[in-house]
């Protein structure tokens, strides 16, 4: 047994919704990698005051944690339209020596965490799987304020996952809920096999 196969036999129980299944089924077979060539990231409008906004905040705030943000990491081609499904993890960094990966949400509403750990573990999985071509093809972006890291780190280290939203989004986390049960489970089950997720509160956001 292994952390993918206790975490599928958490997931078989629980009523999932069509984006649930996307990432369960990139957990059991991850995307590869086809082709990118980040140049530099942009700074978020000015109007916008969601996500987007609150991660280009933390990355300039928190330079000793992170070294990179929206990375592409796995793609899918669609086999009738041709068209190259892209995706991104939202900060990449590092902590005591330990790679980092965070998927950042920021709602006015309660969120599910269970929906959002399935994509970081989902996102954990492509990034093992693609390691070496990201390293291969220097998938970082070009910017000065970029730190360098390697993909592989991923493969070999002890990684930490972060699932970081505002106050709102963590509303409805202490209620007894199957989701929030099997969440709770994955994480137990996650720490026993060396795969830490961490669960951050972003107060007043």
């Known amino acids: 047994m292994n952390w993918k196969e206790e975490v599928l036999g958490i997931v078989k129980d629980i009523e999932l919704s069509a984006n649930n299944k996307k990432f369960r089924d990139i957990i ?3 995307w590869g990698f086809v082709h990118s060539t980040p140049g530099k990231y942009g700074k978020a409008d000015d109007k916008n005051k969601g996500e987007t906004s609150r991660q280009r ?3 300039d705030k928190e330079k000793d944690l992170w070294c990179d943000l929206e990375l592409p990491i796995g793609q899918q081609r669609n086999k009738e339209t ?3 499904s892209t995706l991104r993890v939202d900060l990449i960094g590092k902590m005591d020596s330990r790679p980092v990966i965070c998927e950042m949400k920021h709602t006015l509403k ?3 965490p269970f929906d959002a750990i399935l994509q970081l573990l989902a996102y954990y999985c492509m990034i093992v799987n693609n390691a070496d071509k990201l390293d291969q093809r220097d998938i ?3 910017n000065d304020d970029v730190k360098d890291f390697n993909w592989g780190d991923f493969k070999n280290n002890n990684p930490i996952l972060i699932l970081r939203a505002n106050e709102p989004y963590w509303s ?3 209620k007894t809920t199957n989701k929030n049960k099997a969440a709770k489970k994955i994480i137990e089950v996650c720490k ?3 795969l830490e997720i961490q669960l951050w509160i972003d ?3």
């Open 110 to 112: 309660a969120g599910q």
């Open 192 to 194: 026993e096999y060396g």
């Open 140 to 142: 970082h972006h070009k």
């Open 82 to 84: 041709g068209y190259l």
């Open 57 to 59: 905040e933390c990355f």
């Open 172 to 174: 409805n986390w202490s």
């Open 203 to 205: 107060k007043d956001q």
């Open 28 to 30: 059991k077979e991850p």
